[in-house]
């Protein structure tokens, strides 16, 4: 939906919070909550998704007449579609995700192939006037590769040539139609981006060389022309919870990032789970406690824990971490786990929440990107305390953010 307050900026949420891997099981999703979402929330105005397609999703919509009668069905609703979640490859709920959210990862054709489908739609199904984005994984799960430098460095190549294949249909898809597509790279904790410093080491030392000799030769054009290209095509989806959990101030984030010539794509609000970690053993252990609930199966919950002298530590799950919080020189807790974005204390925990308040104020003042999505995907594994029934939640995300934006 456009904000009101400035019709610049599009919200939406992202739908990857339905169950369904199908094309027939996201489209149920769709017209179980969509047309009462915008009943609520924006009556008389057209009314935006964030489509999460898995990559069977995608081949099934590309199939028959799919794609044609989602397109009328969205008209007819006064919906559109301006951005595509494709980080999830295949399954995201009701089983063990974990790492293998991450595969394929950007090294492997089958990765190119899925977002080369969500190019297609994306470009069929974008409103004039929008640029569209699909956000996607930060290359690989660094883990992987620790032990493995060597093997690393193909990655990142492998990454770079495969990346410069999608943007070359990229290229291609805007000089036919006017459309700009741009794949939203996704840093998060254990990312093999996962930080600034590192997507614009990634930017300089990776992309712009190596995919902007590809799409040089490929497309005949100067190098300077191809890196251009690619600062156009290949953006960052900015995830406050990821960049949160890292301990980076949104406005350094955005300052950095624009002195590199690095475009934000889309921005994912979602919130962090954060704990003030105190000397007593018995308050921790009350910590640990509380943090139970939030060590479950399907996802992960990747922990950085900034310690007194300001030093950072990365647990690779919450369920590795808990065992040792009791001893550890922990001073502050940051935890990968997306929770209400409306809720700032839950018992003795908080949330990142004030960093979303800073971000929807920095956008107004800078313009830095104007597509919002908001991305609370945890609904299934939340605590029960936590929960309402889903349309409601939705509605209160909703409103929280725009009561914000409008605050701002």
Known sequence: MKITKNNNFHLTYCTNIHPGESWGEVFANLEKYIPELKSRLSPQRPFGIGLRLADTAAKELLAGNNLADFQTWLSQKDLYVFTLNGFPYGGFHRQIVKDQVYAPDWSNQERVEYTLNLTKILAALLPEGLDGGISTLPLSYKPW??????????????SCLNIAAVVAEMI???????????????????????????????????????????????????????????????????DTCHFSVEYEQPESV??????????????????AIQVNIPSELEQRSLIVERLQPFAESTYLHQVIERRNDGTLYHYPDLINALPQLEQ???????????????????????????????????????????????????????????????????QREYEWVLNNFAGS
């Open 145 to 158: 590769w620790l032990e493995a430098e060597e093997k690393k460095d193909i990655v990142f190549k492998s």
């Open 172 to 238: 291609r898809i805007h000089q036919a139609t006017g459309k700009l597509l741009h794949i939203d790279l996704e840093p998060e904790p254990d990312g093999l981006i996962e930080n600034t410093a590192e997507v614009i080491d990634f930017y300089q030392n990776w992309l712009l060389p190596i995919a902007g000799n590809y799409l040089g030769e490929k497309l005949q054009i100067e190098q300077s022309l191809a890196e251009s290209k690619l600062l156009d095509h290949v953006r960052i989806c900015y």
């Open 254 to 271: 955005f300052g950095r990032l624009q002195s590199a010539g690095i475009k934000i794509g889309k921005m994912q609000i979602s919130a």
């Open 328 to 394: 550890s020189l922990a001073e502050e807790w940051r935890t990968h786990f997306h929770v209400p974005i409306f809720i700032r204390d839950y018992e003795i925990l908080q949330s990142t929440q004030d960093d979303i308040v800073a971000i929807l104020q920095l956008l107004q003042q800078n313009n830095a990107c104007p597509y919002l999505e908001i991305e609370t995907y945890t609904w299934d594994v939340l605590p029960s305390a936590m929960k309402i029934d889903m349309l409601t939640s939705i």
